[in-house]
């Protein structure tokens, strides 16, 4: 290259993406075909083992690796033939297309399938509407001095509402990882193979292949970076706390009968605080890294639900922590209105957005324990 020639990031950036989901496909078997023979990246993930193993690529195996792939990067800083090289290889770019179709395909019911996608408009509008709704409930319809969330708005509402939510949340997302995990071919029951479910189940709550190898995850002109794997482990610790928090407060309620208000030093208390400063903390350090990140490490097309995924769980935190400190104040049924508006939009967001890429990981992180524990025979890359 001259000194004239653009920066390699630029070259990498300029890497056509696919129109339809078969040149997303197409493109996917020709970049393994060239890992395969290269093989110089077996060390960074799941991947690339996995794909050792085979010579050819069915597009159920294309979709299996590229919800393996969790995106760090590394192959391509790495790669001797990413542009400016004629083979131009971006695999974290076509993994990322890969997934996002994966999800249109898996998506629980059928006509939801363009539901995933939605950009920061769509969810601004949705959050608008949710909070609107809430703020219609409450307004005017409290006593003038509230002594309880549940004042505001009757606890078998919010039961009523959220639990009807939370069901089919996990109905949609149990169909679709049931349609991801039949699209491998590996039988239901070896979903249920213990051995694996434990392995997968660490290595997804150490989020251990997000570390490119060791160095961490690249990203702008900068080295690689650990930043990206403990902001992702904030955001998910603490939306699992969060949930905790709910559990643990409906156990209360139901089994106890210890009704709400709790105080600030009771165990769901405690928990929804250290959860909601890990999600303060974890999306705003994954939105910081996403504006330095450089485009070409994935799908510019799904910035949009990314990003609104983020805002929403960030939004969701900030507008909880604002409720309990000014719970006993005059502005508690407005902050409630808002927060529960938000938290309406995240839920009903949470199988068309960008949360499902947990399930699918899971269930590719689960395939991958399942498959290495078998041996490379005759046939088999390798």
């Not at 249920?192 to 702008?220: I, K």
């Not at 068309?352 to 046939?379: D, M, N, Q, S, W």
Request: hydrophobic share 45%; net charge positive; glycine share 10%.
């Amino acid at each position: 290259m001259s000194l004239d020639d653009p920066p390699r990031s630029a070259l990498i950036a300029m890497t056509p993406l696919a129109v339809t989901v078969g040149d997303a496909l197409a493109e996917g078997r020709r970049i393994m075909s060239i890992c395969n023979a290269c093989r110089y990246c077996e060390g960074y993930c799941a991947v690339f083992p996995a794909l050792e193993r085979r010579l050819e690529f069915s597009d159920s195996d294309l979709r299996y690796l590229a919800n393996l792939c969790h995106n760090c990067g590394a192959c391509l800083t790495s790669c001797q033939y990413a542009p400016p090289h004629e083979f131009a290889l971006n695999l974290p770019r076509n993994f990322a297309e890969i997934r996002a179709q994966s999800y249109r395909r898996f998506a629980w019911p059928g006509f939801a399938a363009s539901l995933p996608g939605g950009g920061l408009g769509r969810t601004l509008l949705l959050t608008i509407v949710a909070v609107a709704i809430f703020l219609y409930f409450t307004i005017d319809r409290v006593p003038s001095v509230p002594s309880s969330f549940y004042d505001v708005i009757p606890h078998r509402v919010m039961a009523t509402a959220f639990g009807a939510v939370g069901v089919f949340i996990v109905l949609a997302l149990g169909a679709m990882f049931a349609r991801f995990w039949r699209d491998g071919g590996e039988g239901a029951a070896k979903a249920f193979d213990l051995r694996a479910v434990a392995s997968a189940t660490h290595d997804a709550l150490t989020l251990r292949y997000l570390g490119g190898g060791g160095e961490g995850c690249a990203g702008g002109d900068g080295p690689p970076s650990t930043a990206r794997r403990w902001f992702h482990h904030a955001t998910a610790y603490g939306f699992g706390l969060c949930f905790a928090a709910t559990v643990v407060a409906t156990w209360y309620h139901y089994v106890l009968h210890w009704p709400a208000p709790y105080p600030v030093t009771s165990f769901p208390v405690l928990l929804g605080i250290v959860g909601g400063i890990g999600l303060v903390v974890g999306p705003a350090g994954l939105w910081w890294l996403a504006r330095r990140r450089d485009p070409a490490l994935g799908d510019p097309r799904q910035a949009g639900p990314n990003s609104s995924f983020i805002a929403l769980l960030f939004l969701t935190s900030v507008s909880g922590l604002a409720l309990l400190a000014f719970r006993a104040y005059p502005a508690m049924p407005h902050l409630l209105a808002i927060h529960l508006g938000i938290v309406m939009a995240l839920f009903v967001t949470i199988p068309y957005g960008k949360f499902v890429h947990a399930v699918y990981r899971v269930g590719a992180l689960l395939r991958y324990a399942i498959e290495r524990r078998r041996p490379v025979i005759t046939g088999d890359a390798g």
